[in-house]
């Protein structure tokens, strides 16, 4: 019963679990021991459990505030052709009204980038509505990437070994 070591989504889980039987059964007590003392009080252990359940609800709505600034690419690889990357209005899943172009993203702390579509027009995204910008969506952030060897404004983009 111990979750301080279980990973954001790990705790996500945990959490669509315990609303999956307090929707389905009817409480019939609490048990004594980690989470709730002899008296039925909750522990420090279980709010330190549900403070970490928080920062993992957290952790998801920005990291799918992030997944709409940056869709994923679709991406394909053959030995071929090597390595496909575009993007589409529907790319990752995201339903948008612009395409966007292929980037690699660098998030800092972590090693190695992923792709993602930038959309390539229009103020940043987090100044939707300014008026002074060099339309140019999203290409000028600094943890964005150029694939070398494709042309900055394709919306695909095609790299052989």
Do not use: M
């Not at 103020?123 to 509505?129: E, G, H, I, L, V």
């Not at 969506?137 to 694939?147: H, I, R, S, T, V």
């Amino acid at each position: 019963d111990d979750v301080s070591g279980l990973s954001p989504g790990e705790l996500l889980a945990v959490r669509s679990w315990l609303a999956f039987y307090g929707d389905n059964y009817e409480p019939v007590g609490k048990l004594v021991g980690r989470f709730y003392d002899a008296n039925g009080t909750p522990t420090e252990a279980l709010r330190q459990a549900e403070a970490a359940i928080e920062e993992a609800l957290r952790f998801q709505a920005e990291s799918e505030q992030r997944k709409q600034q940056f869709p994923p690419c679709n991406s394909e690889w053959s030995s071929a052709k090597g390595s496909r990357f575009w993007c589409s209005r529907q790319s990752g899943g995201v339903n948008r009204d612009w395409t966007g172009v292929p980037r690699k993203l660098y998030r800092p702390g972590s090693r190695g980038s992923h792709c993602v579509c930038v959309r390539a027009t229009g103020p940043p995204w987090d100044q939707p509505d300014s008026t002074e910008h060099s339309d140019r969506g999203d290409l000028e952030n600094p943890l964005l990437e150029e694939y070398e060897g494709c042309h900055p404004l394709a919306e695909q983009c095609v790299l052989t070994a």
